[in-house]
Nanobody, 119 residues
Framework: QVQLVESGGGLVQAGGSLRLSCAASGRIFSINVMGWYRQAPGKQRELVATIITGGSTNYGDSVKGRFTISRDNAKNTVYLQMNSLKPEDTAVYYC?????????????WGQGTQVTVSS
């Protein structure tokens, strides 16, 4: 089994910054895609950013230029640096990892961490 533990959420004023972390542990042979998604009340879950093993990244249009995703493969950890935060960034943020646990790749999800941006 694989567990993802997120940290770093909280309350911040508009224009501020937060850094989210997500550490994967358990039976891990390798991790391919690592990413962050978010879900605001009454809205569907949306892509924030993804990063593959080689370092290539992909961002949702609403966060381009403000958020930066990175990963530490040795620690099985993915980060999301969020700058110039806006009230519309308020959501529960979920990390995801495509993990090979020896039986093939499966997508795992974290429990979510709340980010609230006040105006």
């Amino acid at each position: 089994q694989v567990q993802l533990v997120e940290s770093g959420g909280g309350l911040v004023q508009a224009g501020g910054s937060l850094r989210l972390s997500c550490a994967a542990s358990g039976r891990i042979f390798s991790i391919n895609v690592m990413g962050w998604y978010r879900q605001a009340p009454g809205k569907q879950r949306e892509l924030v950013a993804t990063i593959i093993t080689g370092g290539s990244t992909n961002y949702g249009d609403s966060v381009k230029g403000r958020f930066t995703i990175s990963r530490d493969n040795a620690k099985n950890t993915v980060y999301l640096q969020m700058n110039s935060l806006k009230p519309e960034d308020t959501a529960v943020y979920y990390c995801s990892c495509d993990v090979n646990d020896g039986r093939g790749f499966l997508r795992y999800w974290g429990q979510g961490t709340q980010v609230t941006v006040s105006s």
